[in-house]
């Protein structure tokens, strides 16, 4: 979690030891993970995995602070395209073995 808060942070242009905003950005990291397994698909932050950390990067930025409206939606936008694109692969799937 903590390399990926570090990254969010980068993503975002908040300087790394600024930690007024660790709890929220925590946990819209975990709401976007969370969001990635509803859709069925694995998320796992221990892996080296960058497309599912771009797609938890954009699900922060499309939900975080008061920025521009602008550059929500796109960030929104650029979430659901990833979360579209991972779906179709079957690496990123999530076995049901209650199936």
Same mark, same amino acid.
Do not use: P
């Given at each position: @979690? ?14 790394? *030891?600024? *930690?007024?905003? +660790? ?17 069925? $698909?694995?998320?796992?932050? +221990?892996?080296?995995?960058? $497309?599912?950390?771009?797609? $938890?990067? @954009? ?18 936008? *650029? ?6 694109? $991972? ?13």
């Amino acid at each position: @979690m903590e390399e990926m808060l570090k990254l969010v942070k980068q993503c975002l242009s908040i300087v790394e *030891t600024a *930690t007024l905003k +660790d709890e929220e950005l925590k946990m819209l990291i975990q709401a976007g993970v969370s969001d990635l397994q509803r859709q069925g $698909i694995k998320a796992n932050l +221990d892996e080296k995995d960058n $497309i599912v950390k771009s797609a $938890i990067v @954009m699900f922060v930025k499309g939900n975080f602070g008061n920025v521009d409206i602008k550059e929500k939606e796109l960030a929104q936008r *650029t979430y659901s395209l990833l979360c579209n694109n $991972i779906s179709l692969s079957s690496e990123y799937k999530v076995v049901d073995n209650n199936a």
